[in-house]
């Protein structure tokens, strides 16, 4: 008789972890990202790296000059470390002897909600928040948007007026896999996160995500990573301040420059952090996912698709993907969170999502509902521990109140024996499939 795995297995779950054991019948194996040294003292770190900037003049000659500047910064979504790439910035800009008034930090919340003051000063620090001006990006509020370039048909796309028109632009990021982009960081927290509708919804378009270049861990030859590159520098962002994160959020590498050397540079010490091989397809993976990104569903469910947008899907056609996440937020509260719950609540099921978004295109939003319908023609994602079981019904996964619960539903699904992988940080570590 098959024996259940005695081991005691621990994954992220909001801001605590959890811990699990498998069932009778299933042997399960951990894959995560390869130890790097973190860095010591980030803050002091970062301050080295903004006098070395890659590919750029100094900060502060860029600064010199300037009657207005603007730091584009990630959203609350974002685990990026913010508050210790922000201050160098500031620092040089004032040495080039900017006043504070001329500075304003953008929220690139992209088509989510709009950050809270509490959420701002978690991202920036109290100093920051209280000495400039902070305000968050609205992609549908046509007076703060300005044109940069024509898209295809003659559409223009939009960026932040506030971005777009000051004497210097600047941006935050982390660079980590990206399910489009290849790796996140670079141009994209201005040319997505401060952008309007179209722009958006062009580059999550599915005649975007259809192509082979757009995948994860891969920026040459991504014409995602392309147009996210030219919309930028059209937009005028000159200088970038990006980090890498482990599995534990300990910063492991700081750089600054131009965006795109930047991105390049801090890529090619992720890539071999974060891919991870793995022999073959498994039965049931669990994926975790944890806090910032485990608030709602339309960000926890990116655990389920960068495991099957992998090169070859982690998890065989009939298999399993458990996510184990709170999900306070629901489906989530900004109006692209909103239209993922509705494109996956339409009748039709999944198939009626995919032909719709090739059909009609995609509003910002939608194309998480397009991605995780391609996801459940192949396999079930259970969602562990969420607060409303009924949204995790309404976009076509199935809700279990633990992992325990979620393994007896999967088992049930897939029979034993059977191969369980545990991802504890699905959103940074990519298995690959044979190496």
Known sequence: MAMADSRRWQVPYGRVEVGFSLPEGVTGTEVSTRPAPPITDPAAAAFEAVGRPLGAPALRDLARGARSVCIAVTDATRACPDHLLVPPMLAEIAA???????????????????????????????????????????????????????GPGGIPFKVNRHAVEADLLLSTGLVEPHQYAGFSGGGKTVAVGCADESTIGYTHGPAMLDQDGTRLAQLAGNPFQDAVREVSRRAGLQFAGNAVLDDHGRVVAIAYGSPFAVQDHLAELARPLFTVPIPGQVDIAIAGV??????????????????????????????????????????????????????????GGVQGVIERARRDGIKPGEQRAYIMARVLQDIDVIVAGIEDPEVARAVGCIPAVSIEEALEIAVAKVGTPAAALIVPHALLTLPIVGG
Do not use: W
């Open 290 to 347: 944890g806090y910032p990104k485990d608030v709602n569903l339309y960000q926890a469910s990116r655990a389920a698709s960068y495991l099957q947008f992998a090169p070859t899907p982690v998890v065989r056609k009939g298999g399993v993907i458990i996510i184990p996440a709170p999900c306070p937020e629901g489906a989530g509260e900004g109006a692209g969170e909103q239209r993922f719950l509705a494109a996956m609540a339409l009748p």
């Open 96 to 150: 080039a002897g900017v006043p504070d008034s001329a500075v304003m930090i953008l929220i690139a919340v992209g088509a989510h909600r709009a950050s809270t003051d509490a959420e701002k000063r978690e991202k920036l620090g109290d100093a920051i928040v209280d000495r400039y001006r902070v305000i968050d990006h609205d992609g549908t509020d046509e007076a703060q948007l300005v044109a940069v370039m024509d």
